[in-house]
């Protein structure tokens, strides 16, 4: 990935400190950056759910120290089994979050560094993980970026995404090297497996009628804490994200439902192909800006000029 930090963001990665943060499952290692100092009123500590805490190309290491230059206290870890951090590793199940190791992380941030208010981020199980704090920390968060994933039982979306496949999509599948490179786990083995069983079914007794899958209990109950909370939320999807087919029954049930001041909280997007994935640098980077313009509006005061912000979308919303 090209290095693309500016000599303010290298100044906050000089100003880096550890922290490790106790926990029954083991030590956390993390980074915290502290914003620049002269940046302004600081806003919210961003606390970025990824694995591993670099994640993979590094960019959320460029992202913690260009909010940390605008004045944002950032944090980035490893979970407990990952990375640096003590702890049993397993297989990681987004309707089983780490929402211990999440709350563990604001009450340190705020124990022992003085945070008080927090947005957090998150793609995947890691925004699965971030959206289970609000159950706990409802109060202390102003915010969270929830990037493709999935909101029901994996074997309900495994369905799901199965039966919108044909043989006409296996076989350019099978011909494609990276989905070769990726069949190194039995989970994946697993869904191959799916796809290929309910092609055939479709194949010999026709479309089935469309079922109604269920979402999961445990996104049910953190969801419910986050429409409580007074948190402002981004959910962004691309509309080949095998999670957004299975988000959309979200948006037609628990979306729908919610009152309007509620609804008026959570922005919605959804990008032309595909955002959950990480190989594609360029859809990578673009997830990355945007990610950091929402936060950067989150919490600035409407009529702040751009530049003022140092470049980020003037503000249509004042935190309270």
């Given at each position: 990935?090209?290095?693309?930090e ?17 926990t ?6 993390g ?17 970025l759910f ?7 190309n590094r ?7 260009r ?12 979970y407990?089994?990952?990375?640096d951090s003590?702890?049993a590793?397993?297989?990681l199940?987004p309707n ?29 199980f ?20 929830f990037?493709?994933a999935?909101v ?13 496949k044909?043989w ?6 099978l011909g494609n ?7 190194g ?8 497996a799916?796809v ?11 479309p089935?009628e469309?079922?109604a ?5 445990s996104?049910?109950?953190?969801f419910?804490?986050?429409v ?11 509309d ?7 988000f959309?029954?979200?948006?037609r049930?628990?979306?729908a439902?919610?009152d309007?001041?509620s609804?008026r909280r959570f922005?919605i997007?959804?990008w032309?192909?595909r955002?959950h994935g ?6 990578s980077?673009?997830?990355?800006d ?7 509006a ?9 530049a ?13």
């Amino acid at each position: 990935m090209p290095w693309l930090e500016t000599a303010s963001d290298v100044d906050r990665a000089r100003a880096e400190r550890p922290v490790v943060i106790p926990t029954p499952l083991g030590r956390l290692f993390g980074i915290f950056t502290p914003p620049a100092p002269g940046a302004g009123a600081p806003g919210p500590c961003v606390v970025l759910f990824t694995r591993p805490r670099s994640h993979r190309n590094r960019m959320w290491v460029e992202g913690a120290r260009r909010l940390a230059a605008r004045g944002f206290a950032a944090f980035r870890f490893d979970y407990h089994g990952a990375g640096d951090s003590e702890g049993a590793s397993g297989f990681l199940d987004p309707n089983r979050p780490y929402r211990d190791d999440a709350v563990a992380v604001l009450r340190e941030l705020r124990e022992r560094h003085g945070q008080t208010r927090f947005v957090l981020v998150g793609s995947c199980f890691d925004a699965r993980t971030a959206l289970a704090a609000f159950a706990d920390e409802a109060d202390a968060i102003a915010g969270m970026v929830f990037i493709a994933a999935p909101v029901m039982p994996l074997e309900d979306q495994t369905r799901v995404d199965a039966d919108r496949k044909s043989w006409a999509h296996l076989v350019r599948a099978l011909g494609n090297r990276e989905n070769w490179q990726s069949l190194g786990s039995a989970e994946r083995w697993r869904y191959m497996a799916t796809v290929v069983s309910r092609v055939a079914r479709k194949t010999v007794r026709g479309p089935a009628e469309p079922e109604a899958p269920p979402l999961a209990p445990s996104f049910m109950e953190h969801f419910a804490a986050l429409v409580r909370s007074r948190a402002r939320a981004l959910f962004l999807y691309g509309d080949d994200d095998a999670e957004y087919q299975t988000f959309q029954v979200a948006e037609r049930t628990v979306f729908a439902d919610l009152d309007p001041a509620s609804r008026r909280r959570f922005e919605i997007e959804v990008w032309p192909g595909r955002v959950h994935g990480f190989l594609e640098m360029t859809r990578s980077r673009e997830t990355l800006d945007r990610t950091l313009r929402w936060i950067e509006a989150l919490d600035r005061p409407a009529g702040t000029s751009a530049a003022a912000q140092g470049g980020a979308t003037e503000a249509a919303w004042t935190s309270n």
